[in-house]
């Protein structure tokens, strides 16, 4: 059983179309996060959700979009798609305690490609 | 905020040398110091993670040192093989429940049969 899994694996689209990435988790974990990692294999932070709330949101153009319907999903809409958006798309978990909350598990990546 | 520097950017050994990346971080309030392994194509996987209040973990044929003070720390693999070889990543977290990882740009490691 996939631990966390986001759909679709591939995705490629035209510039200026509108897109979503979804993710889900069964692990239990009650925080979600969106990382980027970008041509020349640069992970960076976008969102992070717990308990559906937003808690993380680095800087982000507002043409994306994250939603949590509830705490084993998060998803990610992107508005008017820009050639510099190609990239891989990872989705993870992870549990919070009070000060140690757990490694995060990483989805198997989505890589968009913009043309 | 947080800045993660990872040297080398590539690193080549033979099998069964070991191999040694580094890892400097700048905010003094990190305190969770995890190591990411990635093949080809495939999802970032933990192999082996230190908080801030050990200095040395390891893990069979992986290690990982800290230095709170100077705010360093390492990866260390002994005996390599070639399945060892991925891109590594280190990266740091003020882990107050939430890990907002800070991951530094990765090392490509080769290792020659």
């Known amino acids: 059983d996939t631990a966390v899994s986001q759909t679709p694996k591939y995705l490629v689209t035209q510039m200026g179309n509108d897109k979503s990435i979804k993710c889900e988790q069964n692990?239990?974990?009650?925080?979600m996060y969106w990382y980027k990692q970008d041509s020349k294999k640069f992970l960076k932070i976008m969102f992070s959700?717990?308990?559906?709330?937003?808690?993380i949101n680095e800087t982000v153009p507002n043409r994306f979009s994250p939603k949590s319907p509830d705490k084993a999903h998060l998803n990610l809409h992107i508005n008017s798609l820009e050639l510099g958006d190609s990239a891989v798309y990872f989705c993870?978990?992870?549990?919070?305690?009070?000060?140690?909350?757990?490694?995060?598990?990483f989805g198997q990546g989505t890589r968009l490609t913009v043309v | 905020g947080e800045n993660v520097e990872q040297h080398p950017s590539t690193l080549s050994v033979q099998e069964g040398d070991s191999a040694v990346i580094k890892c400097t971080y700048s905010?003094?309030?990190?305190?969770?110091f995890p190591w990411y392994k990635q093949e080809l194509g495939k999802r970032p996987q933990l192999i082996i993670d230190?908080?801030?209040?050990?200095g040395e973990k390891k893990d069979q044929r992986i290690a990982v040192t800290l230095n709170k003070t100077a705010k360093h720390f390492s990866l260390h693999i002994t005996e390599t093989q070639p399945e060892d070889s991925a891109v590594y990543f280190c990266?740091?977290?003020?882990?107050?429940?939430?890990?907002?990882?800070?991951f530094g740009t990765g090392t490509r490691l080769l290792v020659s049969p």
């Open positions: 230190i908080r801030s209040n050990v």
């Open positions: 905010d003094s309030a990190s305190n969770y």
């Open positions: 990266a740091a977290s003020r882990n107050t429940g939430f890990q907002k990882l800070v």
């Open positions: 692990l239990g974990h009650d925080t």
């Open positions: 993870a978990s992870s549990q919070s305690f009070r000060d140690r909350g757990t490694e995060a598990f």
């Open positions: 959700y717990n308990n559906k709330e937003l808690i």
